[in-house]
């Protein structure tokens, strides 16, 4: 095998920052207009504070005509000459500055690679800046809703675990991705998908399928449903990660495609599309960018197991946390006034077990690519 | 928003099996076999059984002169007529006859695809082929040993948590994939890496730097250090799985590049190497197909602390688990006669603290691209 060292390639000149423009523009002067309130407080010898909109469940309502979750108008002041909330001013401008120096030198970084940036000793002290993670990750949030600033727009992702495939060519980076030409392994769906970084070229989908695993994902890749229904086809592993959540919003808003979501007959699935639609409760302040009121629940539904005609094999027992969670989500707000919604749970509840969409494969591996999902969407059966 | 309903596209007839060729064509002689031996043996008037080869830690050995980790000789008898034994040998023909029509089929799933495709409640009892998918995981493994097949041989795949980016140019299940020209979120890596799905077209890149978290690979990408330094850049979220290990070694042996590895300076880091490098002890019989004996380790190394000059605050204390570990490592038949491997983990035991790569953030947000691994590469300072 080849022994070769790298050869270290000729060091270009350090770039310097590019000029700041569009959306990180303004983010910066948010984030400049925070520090000079602060100055001009203090020059007028006033206390320095923060009105940092609060983020408790009691902040948070439904709108009933946006149709999503919100965030009310509360907010807690944080105070630097108080002795229990000088450490969280501090660190709240500390994150602020940290945003702050990503955006000018345009990098990004993780919630871990800020929280990195920013630890240290203060000069003087024994006192650390943050003792762990859990000290910082709240502080981002903070700024996040002070700012009114999606986490993306800061400079700092989430994770990176959603796919897509389909029909649509876009512009990541410069790059331009044509997403239905991606192999066995699609395109990994960033964390950051704001217009800056992806933009849209062209799309031909006619809608959006967006199933919860990446198992059932590679199913429906694997039998090119997306080509046959002329859909794109996305997967979030899961409660999807904000960055799918904001790129499915821009499919549906920006392009005009409705958004069906094939999901588990269980608890977690209902919540997953919960927050699909509704947004979730504790990012309440980020609804309006991530909220898609119009996203449809096509399955696994309760009825499921006698219209597919499955077998006790399939069934797995609802725990008692299981039953739990479903009487919870029976009584969210915009699920308590819907019949379709609440049959669904209460036949969940009767049936005493859930199913996985993977339970279709017991009748055939493409039963679901071939049979379930073609059917609900035919009939238009769905629950919205 | 649009509301038109997706129009159902006109069903093509049922495709016919495309004639099975080549790897899978090997793997299907062999599951005949096990099935022929069976019924040979009825025939005879014989007890059916099957040898499998032992998956215990006695059967384990590093094999000094290949350098990784591989299984022994032994095996353990499955008989029918063995009232402890006949269901596990049921169920590891089962797993066999759901493998054969999988690729009959020519289709792939997961193993909970796997385990819900064979499960069912056995004819006239009340008995389930698999209680549940812990039931099913071994006898997979079981089967891949027997056959001497990976489990994508097998089409049965793993996760799908990697991700490449670099000069390579490769063709993905037909479609060509240009992985320079990946956007932000890079070349999702499958599990299912064997030639017949993936095949290399055209490689410049000089080496491989393989990093352990998808945020590091992040950093490196976006400050496109595989531009400068023509490298492949990969990343397997922890513990690489198989489809990144696979294609690791795959561009090793089939394209001669050298591989670094970029991990903590952690037991868990080190862990990640030994497995890279010489295998794992779980997937002992997948070592001559995935083990990089000449893999090198580039850091972080523990004397890392004062080489780069961290501070107090990015330590992390060692617990009594990592200790432990880090000893039994350090025991390890390829690290135990190595010095630098010994000096490296005492150093770390010494130090009483592990440090993560992203802890370099505290020194530059690029510091670990512009400055750590360029001056590690340089130097050729790596263990091996």
Not at 324 to 349: G, N, S, V
Request: proline share 4%.
């Amino acid at each position: 095998m080849a022994k070769k060292r790298p050869v270290r390639k000729t060091k270009p000149a350090k770039k310097l920052s590019k000029s700041i423009v569009g959306k990180d523009r303004q983010t910066l002067q948010a984030l400049r207009q925070v520090a000079d309130t602060v100055v001009k407080t203090a020059t007028r010898s006033r206390p320095p504070h923060l009105d940092i909109p609060s983020r408790s469940l009691r902040n948070v309502r439904y709108n009933k005509s946006k149709r999503f979750i919100e965030m009310g108008k509360g907010t807690n002041r944080r105070e630097l000459f108080n002795l229990s909330q000088a450490k969280a001013y501090m660190q709240t401008m500390l994150v602020a500055s940290g945003c702050k120096q990503l955006i000018e030198q345009q990098k990004t970084t993780s919630i871990r690679g800020l929280y990195y940036l920013l630890k240290h000793t203060i000069e003087g002290t024994k006192e650390e800046t943050f003792d762990d993670q859990s000290d910082c990750d709240p502080v981002i949030e903070d700024l996040e809703v002070l700012l009114s600033a999606l986490r993306e727009e800061l400079h700092v992702y989430a994770s990176n675990r959603g796919t897509l495939v389909g029909n649509l060519v876009l512009n990541d980076s410069g790059d331009q991705i044509d997403c239905s030409r991606m192999g066995s392994g699609g395109y990994s769906i960033p964390s950051i998908v704001e217009d800056d970084v992806v933009e849209f070229v062209r799309c031909d989908a006619e809608f959006v399928l967006h199933v919860e695993k990446d198992t059932v994902w590679r199913r429906f890749n694997e039998d090119k449903f997306w080509k046959e229904y002329n859909c794109i086809l996305t997967h979030g592993q899961g409660q999807p990660p904000r960055g799918v959540r904001r790129l499915l919003y821009r499919l549906h808003n920006e392009l005009g495609l409705p958004v069906y979501c094939l999901l588990d007959n269980d608890p977690w699935g209902y919540y997953i599309y919960s927050v699909i639609k509704q947004g979730s409760i504790n990012l309440a302040y980020e609804s309006k960018r991530m909220a898609i009121p119009d996203a449809r629940f096509l399955g696994l539904r309760s009825k499921d197991y006698q219209r597919c005609e499955l077998t006790p094999s399939v069934q797995i027992a609802l725990s008692d946390n299981d039953i739990k969670r479903a009487k919870q989500i029976a009584e969210y707000p915009w699920f308590k006034h819907k019949r379709a919604w609440q049959k669904e749970i209460e036949l969940m509840l009767k049936n005493g077990f859930k199913l996985e969409v993977e339970a279709l494969i017991s009748k055939d591996i493409s039963y679901v690519t071939e049979v379930y999902v073609p059917e609900r969407l035919e009939e238009g059966d769905y629950l919205d």
